[in-house]
């Protein structure tokens, strides 16, 4: 079943903060390949790689590799060495029980194969608030007891307001902003993930001013969703009408991530009669009906769940390493993808809320073999 | 693709049997997270048996404009005048939003290198 209204790819976010699964990403894509490899009589798998231009199918054609995690290890080493410090360290800045903790510490130990003798930490703001002094003359960042020099920080944190417990977190935010870390990422680039920014870059003849490229901007332009904002009082009517008229047809996000706050159907209804005030902390987005696909959703404690309707979202990584002041890009790459499967019943897309799956991808385009294959008694 | 029965692709094993040998690699590669209940204790993190098929060229269209994405990502985000105007809206309700802007604005910035790692989320 496609999507009548536009057989294309169609964005549904973008990322700048804590982009996580770059560190189990590709287990899976091998996961699949051993599995497969294990449970088939007469098949045959072939890698085709992401950037390849596959002409022939195979039976099973198997995304791979996948580099997100080599390509994000090598950004954050590259970031380490134009530093310039090789004493200094790497800080990881965590959330308080943090579950997913094999994703970021494949992260290190990449680092650390590349790079045997950078050190890491990893932190939480209430462990900072105790531990992390920026230097008033030099503005480096040091950490109690160690005094190890603060390099790079990457966020795993910050993302949304309930990781800032009290003032204390936000001076923390502050210092390493103010600080000659290098942040990954910086404010204004977190806030450049914001969903109202991506409603914004929408608008006539805005990205063409970043992207001088006429052709490229075509082809960014035509992944963009019809997404819509209700700020704009010369729009706000007609969008409300909009959704009265297809409730079922759009989703309202609300600016901030963190997932599992979208409405839907009914909601938006309440939400446009009884609370029209509130849409402003939203922005409108065309409801995006992907094909379905047939698969085994395997999950702890014996729950799978076999032979059940998904569908897919596409998630693609990049790296890019700038200096803001020369405008010199020592790192612009498309480094790997990440594919979560839901079943079609759920609307949020979370893995570690439990809504969705780890998958990867079969593109040998033959009609859903797998599914009827492993749909079979033995 | 093969036409004989005899050269068809089919399951060798029961399903459950397969289960088991996926859970079993999961586990030994490190495909996990941590408990909710206890953070001594792992668990598999949820993951599909096979992979979806997908079309290859909607890939393609995506992963071929990544580039272009993570430019005009840094760009704008370099440009105070667009995010001002992009966040004009969200401002004034948003207290999160705005408390990231106004130290952003009072910042002074010391460090010309930018690091992004970058994750753009499609659907066909």
């Known amino acids: ?378 | 693709m093969p036409t004989e029965s005899s050269n068809t692709m089919s399951l060798r094993w029961p399903i459950e049997d397969i289960i088991a040998y996926a859970k079993r690699y999961a586990l030994t590669h490190g495909l996990l997270c941590l408990t909710p209940d206890n953070l001594d204790h792992a668990t598999i993190v949820p993951f599909s048996l096979y992979p979806s098929p997908y079309s290859y060229s909607h890939f393609r269209s995506i992963w071929s404009i990544q580039t272009a994405y993570n430019r005009l990502y840094n760009r704008i985000s370099l440009d105070d005048g667009f995010l001002e105007q992009a966040l004009k809206s969200v401002l004034p309700i948003d207290d999160f939003v705005q408390r990231l802007w106004t130290t952003h604005r009072r910042t002074k910035h010391r460090q010309p290198i930018q690091l992004d790692i970058y994750r753009s989320k499609s659907s066909i």
């Open chain 1, 1 to 378: 079943m496609l999507d009548t209204k536009a057989n294309r790819m169609r964005q549904i976010e973008f990322n700048t903060i804590s982009s996580a699964f770059a560190g189990l990403t590709g287990i899976v894509a091998d996961l699949h390949k051993a599995v497969l490899n294990y449970a088939l009589e007469n098949s045959s798998i072939r890698q085709v790689k992401p950037d390849e231009n596959k002409t022939s199918s195979s039976s099973i054609d198997l995304v791979l590799p996948n580099n997100a995690l080599i390509k994000s290890a090598e950004a954050l080493v590259k970031a380490f060495e134009l530093y310039n410090q090789p004493n200094a360290s790497i800080l990881f800045l965590i959330v308080p029980n943090e579950r997913n903790v094999c994703d970021q510490n494949a992260l290190v130990d990449a680092v650390q194969q590349l790079q045997p003798n950078i050190r890491f930490h990893m932190k939480t703001f209430e462990q900072l608030v105790e531990e992390l002094i920026l230097d008033e003359k030099t503005f480096n960042l040091h950490l109690k007891p160690s005094n190890d020099e603060v390099a790079v920080v990457y966020f795993r944190a910050g993302y949304i307001p309930d990781h800032y417990i009290d003032e204390k977190c936000w001076k923390i935010r502050e210092q390493i902003e103010q600080s000659r870390a290098i942040k990954c990422p910086t404010i204004r680039s977190q806030l450049s993930g914001c969903k109202i920014v991506q409603e914004y870059l929408t608008h006539e003849n805005i990205i063409e001013k970043y992207i001088q490229n006429p052709e490229l901007a075509q082809k960014i332009r035509s992944t963009f969703a019809h997404i819509f904002n209700f700020a704009d009082p010369t729009t706000r009517e007609q969008n409300i009408e909009l959704l009265r008229q297809n409730p079922h047809g759009f989703v309202l996000k609300p600016n901030r991530e963190g997932g599992g706050n979208n409405k839907y159907d009914d909601d938006i209804i309440d939400l446009i009669t009884n609370q029209a005030d509130h849409l402003s902390y939203f922005i409108g987005m065309e409801k995006v009906v992907p094909p379905t696909c047939t698969t085994c959703l395997i999950k702890p404690d014996g729950k799978h769940v076999l032979h059940v309707e998904c569908i897919n979202e596409i998630g693609i990584f990049g790296t890019m390493l700038t200096n803001i002041e020369t405008n010199e890009e020592f790192i612009n790459e498309v480094t790997g993808y990440l594919v979560r499967t839901k079943t079609i019943d759920t609307n949020e897309g979370g893995v570690a809320t439990g809504y969705s799956v780890l998958d990867c991808l079969d593109v040998s385009e033959n009609d859903n073999q797998l599914a009827k294959i492993f749909a079979q008694k033995r």
